[in-house]
């Protein structure tokens, strides 16, 4: 089974607070769906417990154990699905386990509904439906659309796609026009998807989202607003900053424990300092070293204070076989750039690996004498 803690924002917290229990369990739903989207199944059983600071402890059963090394994967997974239903602005992940469960325990298998994640802010924040713009309505439905897609024959009009693809399948013509079908072709809306949910989450912030209601050259360069902002400012930043940071050793500010959504910004320079942050891009550092990919190093470290990209650079495999540093990497596949912009970096060549080599033993165990 999988253990995972959602936790909200100060500024959402104090929306989730108005809400009922039962309202609560509801949006609930929601995460647990984006679970099952991000292990591509159907868990056999799941329960929720809602704390008094509104934290959801969702545990999903049915999903075989993973190892730890695997739990940066799935984390990232489950932040991708929360950024694709507009939610990463409002919610962050505070913990993820998993663990092996005797077959006596599993419950009966339960089917997941399929939620329309604006619909259900709309219900349980109040928007006012008067408030909606036109095209976020779906003409089958006549409700806020969750899942954008539109036909090919006319792309003005998008309709909810289940919707659509029901009534193309049952009456074979365009909804609107009532023009007869043939060929069918019809294409998810990925761009009205994003602004929907940015339109939510703005007026559930007590944000201005008019910006999100019609479809401005701006919005599209901006990649749909507040959903960009996180994925764009934010990327790997999906673990919420430590609480406890300074007893690891961390320098995180005070002011940075908290995230919120009036400076995404400078949460994203907090979380840069967190733990998570380094090891995740101390992971992807040692690939690039490997294989020899230098300006991926350079996206990855550029920008960082020097204390944490030199930290980043010397963090080595937590595989206790390995335990290789990026620079280890680079020198034991010939690659000399890498190992010189690691360097810049403050690699350092004294680190020991699983095997007690440094990379300086490395360096000198495959350069090359040439004879006399």
């Not at 868990?43 to 929720?48: A, E, K, L, Q, R």
């Not at 924040?125 to 408030?131: L, Y």
């Not at 703005?202 to 910006?211: F, K, M, N, R, Y």
């Not at 430590?242 to 910004?265: E, W």
Request: hydrophobic share 40%.
């Amino acid at each position: 089974m999988i253990e995972i803690t959602f936790s909200p924002t100060p500024e959402f917290a104090t929306k989730l607070h108005l809400l009922t229990q039962e309202q609560k369990s509801t949006f609930g739903g929601i995460l647990f769906n984006v679970i099952a989207e991000a292990f591509n199944l159907t868990p056999t059983g799941y329960s929720i417990t809602i704390n008094a600071k509104d934290d959801f402890a969702l545990v999903a059963k049915g999903i075989a154990p993973f190892s730890a090394a695997s739990s940066d994967f799935y984390t990232q997974q489950i932040a991708n699905k929360l950024t694709n239903q507009g939610l990463r602005q409002i919610l962050f992940i505070s913990s993820i386990a998993s663990r092996a469960e005797p077959q006596d325990r599993l419950l009966a298998p339960d089917v997941l509904a399929t939620y329309n994640v604006p619909e259900i802010m709309q219900r349980l924040f109040k928007i006012p439906d008067s408030a909606l713009p036109d095209d976020f309505r779906c003409p089958i439905t006549k409700t806020i659309i969750g899942d954008p897609a539109y036909l090919t024959s006319n792309i003005m009009v998008n309709y909810e796609y289940v919707a659509l693809a029901r009534w193309v399948k049952e009456q074979r013509t365009d909804p609107t026009t009532r023009a007869s079908i043939s060929a069918p072709g019809i294409v998810k809306n990925d761009i009205l998807r994003r602004r929907i949910a940015s339109y939510c989450i703005a007026h559930v912030l007590g944000l201005d989202p008019e910006p999100f209601s019609q479809p401005t050259k701006e919005a599209a360069v901006s990649t749909e607003g507040i959903i960009a902002t996180t994925t764009t400012l934010a990327p790997l930043t999906f673990f919420a900053p430590k609480q406890d940071a300074a007893a690891t050793g961390d320098p995180l500010p005070t002011s940075a424990t908290t995230p919120t959504s009036s400076s995404m910004y400078a949460n994203y320079e907090a979380c840069k300092l967190g733990e998570e942050f380094c090891v995740l891009t101390a992971k992807a550092v040692r690939r690039a070293a490997s294989e020899n990919k230098n300006k991926i190093i350079v996206n990855l470290l550029q920008g960082l204070p020097s204390e944490i990209a030199t930290k980043i650079v010397n963090l080595q495999d937590e595989n206790l076989a390995s335990q290789k540093t990026a620079l280890h990497h680079a020198v034991k596949n010939g690659h000399k750039e890498a190992q010189e912009l690691l360097q810049q970096y403050g690699a350092k060549n004294d680190i020991k690996d699983a095997q007690g080599q440094t990379a300086h033993d490395l360096l000198t165990s495959t350069t090359v004498v040439p004879a006399i």
